[in-house]
């Protein structure tokens, strides 16, 4: 029995058997004969969240614009599937052609996420693939790579991995596959294919370097060999309008999660909010033009079908044409009943012609990142908004038609005491008495605030990467007093579980004496660690303990200025004295203005050889 009758022979048994058997509108099938790379892109959660990824849309589409290139996608299967493919010997397969990953030249991940990494080892298992690099064979075949934000700390998951790729892929991943082209014609091995990469920029191959610490756990030093860099810098794209975007994605059977067309609109943000990774990692901010954004939407609507599109960036409003874009964008959708959906909004630049907007595409409720509680902590961390602004927005929308709002927060913030924990209950409570007071507000409705906080975490390459985490202790704590600062029913609380958000700071701020814990907690079996239902605390706790490694060294520890960072041999082209002098200013509750207000000299400009406004 092959491949394909043996997945076939089970498909009924599972819940989802569409996410298993490919075969979708818009993949891209080839002759294996005429294929000369096979890369398979693997997303390591489930087909309904990786199915919804765009850049893994954007790197799928273009390199199979490649006649003798070959990318398909492979995603994490759901429990019930894994059972039937451990019990019946199916390994992990890519779906465009049923074939076993291991049998292909690449295998990638996409890193999104930190609680996504014991999944991997879970990936690479069913696919027969050795997890270590160490072991695997020394022909040119199965490099196992890495994309995406979470590579700007690689090194908890450096034993696992051959390469990770630096920055935006659009370039860089054909260089590579380019490389290994070439190569595996010249017969040329496993190493020696490594040791060339390495002069690729944008390419960090951590088998080249290694690390020694010192007594007391920081890092003594960095090591590197055989000719490689002693910094990588990230790659970026220049010009946003020339860049390769897909006309087509592939469309899935099933529902899955952001059922709908993306159009990026921008990359980088201009806001530098101390606390957000993405908007300095991926500096400098760079926008579409109008035509190419209607464009793109226009071809991508028409080619799939679908009838929602949303626009994808850090800051839609933030976009220098963005009442243009919008008046182009709504007349095409409009005519064509196609839905239109907006990312959260900024206060800061809400109008009342951006709601005439929004009302024409969306119906729902509006959403609002405040963070903090009060305007001491929103100085803090530079979020750049005002309570008055925070106040006229809710106005705007209530005297708009709308009666609900969503406002996000965070709860563990630098230098945060319970007055700002209260001072959330405060906020949300005037929110609630303004639309009472606002005599044209939506009549025979009452008024809904939602208020979410999630648990900070320290992110590398932000100001805040220095500081601590508030203990579970701690956060238990402001959670219990944010409920009971609450004295209506028309304000509706939700927070996370620390205890997730304590294992994505060690993820994120980690070094390589995690890849142990990792493998360990994944032997206890843990994955989908994302996944409420299947987070096991306890387990990771044990192989925390299991490889005597302390979990406090990495999550509530404050990390020195001086010391040497697991991340600071990768160049993501904000620079660290940057970071210094905004964690300093944070300490002083005082903001740094956006970078159209004002250059703030965090280094980009200098690095990419241009200005950025």
């Given at each position: 029995?092959?491949?394909?009758?043996?997945?076939?022979?089970?498909?009924?048994e599972?819940?989802?058997?569409?996410?298993?058997?490919?075969?979708?509108?818009?993949?891209?099938?080839?002759?294996?004969?005429?294929?000369?790379?096979?890369f398979?892109?693997?997303?390591?959660?489930?087909?309904?969240?990786?199915?919804?990824?765009?850049?893994?849309?954007?790197?799928?589409?273009?390199?199979?614009?490649?006649?003798?290139?070959?990318?398909?996608?492979?995603?994490a299967?759901?429990?019930?599937?894994?059972e039937?493919?451990?019990?019946?010997?199916?390994?992990?397969?890519?779906?465009?052609?049923?074939?076993?990953?291991?049998?292909?030249?690449?295998?990638?991940?996409?890193?999104?996420?930190?609680?996504s990494?014991?999944?991997?080892?879970?990936?690479?298992?069913?696919?027969g693939?050795?997890?270590?690099?160490?072991d695997?064979?020394?022909?040119?075949?199965?490099?196992?790579?890495?994309?995406?934000?979470?590579?700007?700390?690689?090194?908890?998951?450096?034993?696992?991995?051959?390469?990770f790729?630096?920055?935006?892929?659009?370039?860089?991943?054909?260089?590579?596959?380019?490389?290994?082209?070439?190569?595996?014609?010249?017969?040329?091995?496993?190493?020696?294919?490594?040791?060339?990469?390495?002069?690729?920029?944008?390419?960090?191959?951590?088998?080249f370097?290694?690390?020694?610490?010192?007594?007391?756990?920081?890092?003594?030093?960095?090591?590197?060999?055989?000719?490689?860099?002693?910094?990588?810098?990230?790659?970026?794209?220049?010009?946003?309008?020339?860049?390769?975007?897909?006309?087509?994605?592939?469309?899935?059977?099933?529902?899955?999660?952001?059922?709908?067309?993306?159009?990026?609109?921008?990359?980088?943000?201009?806001?530098?909010c101390?606390?957000?990774?993405?908007?300095?990692?991926?500096?400098?901010?760079?926008?579409?033009?109008?035509?190419?954004?209607?464009?793109?939407?226009?071809?991508?609507?028409?080619?799939t079908?679908?009838?929602?599109?949303?626009?994808?960036?850090?800051?839609?409003?933030?976009?220098?044409?963005?009442?243009?874009?919008?008046t182009?964008?709504?007349?095409?959708?409009?005519?064509?009943?196609?839905n239109?959906?907006?990312?959260?909004?900024?206060?800061?630049?809400?109008?009342?012609?951006l709601?005439?907007k929004?009302?024409?595409?969306?119906?729902?409720?509006?959403?609002?990142?405040?963070?903090?509680?009060?305007?001491?902590?929103?100085?803090?961390?530079?979020?750049?908004?005002?309570?008055?602004?925070?106040?006229?927005?809710?106005?705007?929308?209530?005297?708009?038609?709308?009666?609900?709002?969503?406002?996000y927060?965070?709860?563990?913030?630098?230098?945060?005491?319970?007055?700002?924990?209260?001072?959330?209950?405060?906020?949300?409570?005037r929110?609630?008495?303004?639309?009472?007071?606002?005599?044209?507000?939506?009549?025979?409705?009452?008024?809904?605030?939602?208020?979410?906080?999630?648990?900070?975490?320290?992110?590398?390459?932000?100001?805040f990467?220095?500081?601590?985490?508030?203990?579970?202790?701690?956060?238990e704590?402001?959670?219990?007093?944010?409920?009971?600062?609450?004295?209506?029913?028309?304000?509706?609380?939700?927070?996370?579980?620390?205890?997730?958000?304590?294992?994505?700071?060690?993820?994120?701020?980690g070094?390589?004496?995690?890849?142990?814990?990792?493998?360990?907690?994944?032997?206890?079996?843990?994955?989908?660690?994302?996944?409420?239902?299947?987070?096991?605390?306890?387990?990771?706790m044990?192989?925390?303990?299991?490889?005597?490694?302390?979990?406090?060294?990495?999550?509530?520890?404050?990390?020195?200025?001086?010391?040497?960072?697991?991340?600071?041999?990768?160049d993501?082209?904000?620079?660290?004295?940057?970071?210094?002098?905004?964690?300093?200013?944070?300490?002083?509750?005082?903001?740094?203005?956006?970078c159209?207000?004002?250059?703030?000299?965090?280094?980009?400009?200098?690095?990419?050889?241009?200005?950025?406004?």
């Amino acid at each position: 029995m092959n491949l394909k009758e043996k997945i076939e022979k089970h498909l009924l048994e599972v819940q989802k058997p569409s996410r298993y058997i490919g075969g979708e509108v818009g993949s891209v099938i080839k002759d294996k004969s005429k294929v000369d790379v096979r890369f398979a892109f693997c997303f390591p959660d489930t087909y309904d969240i990786g199915m919804s990824h765009l850049g893994m849309k954007i790197l799928y589409s273009l390199t199979n614009e490649r006649e003798n290139y070959w990318c398909e996608r492979c995603y994490a299967p759901g429990n019930d599937f894994e059972e039937i493919m451990r019990k019946n010997d199916i390994p992990l397969y890519a779906l465009e052609s049923l074939d076993p990953i291991k049998d292909f030249d690449f295998i990638g991940f996409t890193l999104q996420y930190e609680l996504s990494y014991s999944t991997i080892l879970n990936m690479l298992d069913l696919a027969g693939i050795p997890i270590f690099a160490k072991d695997r064979t020394p022909e040119l075949t199965q490099i196992v790579v890495a994309g995406g934000p979470c590579v700007c700390n690689p090194e908890p998951l450096a034993d696992f991995f051959d390469i990770f790729i630096l920055g935006e892929g659009e370039e860089v991943n054909l260089e590579l596959m380019d490389l290994y082209h070439e190569m595996k014609k010249q017969g040329a091995s496993r190493i020696e294919f490594l040791r060339k990469a390495t002069q690729i920029e944008g390419i960090y191959v951590p088998q080249f370097y290694s690390f020694e610490y010192k007594e007391d756990g920081t890092i003594e030093r960095m090591n590197v060999s055989d000719g490689a860099p002693e910094v990588i810098r990230k790659r970026i794209i220049k010009d946003m309008d020339k860049v390769y975007y897909p006309e087509n994605f592939v469309v899935p059977f099933t529902e899955i999660v952001h059922d709908r067309v993306s159009v990026e609109v921008l990359r980088g943000c201009i806001r530098g909010c101390r606390f957000c990774q993405a908007g300095f990692i991926y500096r400098p901010f760079r926008e579409k033009s109008t035509e190419s954004i209607c464009r793109q939407t226009k071809a991508l609507c028409e080619n799939t079908g679908y009838d929602e599109v949303s626009l994808a960036s850090l800051s839609t409003s933030d976009h220098s044409d963005i009442d243009h874009m919008l008046t182009q964008l709504i007349d095409y959708t409009a005519n064509e009943r196609i839905n239109l959906s907006l990312p959260s909004l900024r206060v800061d630049n809400f109008s009342e012609s951006l709601l005439e907007k929004i009302k024409k595409v969306r119906k729902s409720g509006l959403t609002f990142a405040a963070e903090g509680g009060t305007q001491r902590l929103r100085d803090v961390i530079n979020k750049n908004v005002s309570e008055d602004e925070i106040m006229n927005t809710c106005r705007i929308a209530f005297e708009g038609g709308y009666s609900s709002v969503k406002l996000y927060f965070m709860m563990g913030l630098p230098t945060e005491t319970d007055a700002d924990i209260e001072g959330i209950a405060d906020l949300a409570q005037r929110i609630v008495d303004l639309f009472y007071s606002i005599e044209n507000r939506p009549k025979g409705r009452g008024v809904q605030v939602s208020v979410s906080c999630a648990t900070f975490v320290p992110k590398p390459f932000t100001p805040f990467q220095f500081e601590p985490q508030d203990t579970r202790e701690m956060i238990e704590h402001k959670q219990e007093l944010l409920l009971s600062s609450v004295k209506t029913k028309k304000v509706k609380v939700s927070y996370h579980d620390p205890n997730v958000s304590m294992l994505e700071v060690i993820l994120a701020k980690g070094d390589r004496r995690l890849c142990k814990v990792i493998y360990a907690a994944w032997k206890k079996g843990c994955k989908f660690d994302s996944w409420e239902e299947h987070y096991k605390f306890d387990k990771w706790m044990e192989a925390f303990s299991d490889c005597g490694v302390d979990p406090s060294f990495y999550a509530n520890r404050r990390f020195e200025y001086d010391e040497i960072l697991p991340w600071d041999h990768l160049d993501y082209l904000v620079s660290k004295e940057f970071l210094i002098r905004e964690n300093k200013t944070a300490h002083q509750s005082k903001t740094t203005p956006n970078c159209r207000l004002r250059c703030s000299g965090c280094g980009v400009n200098k690095k990419v050889g241009r200005e950025c406004f």
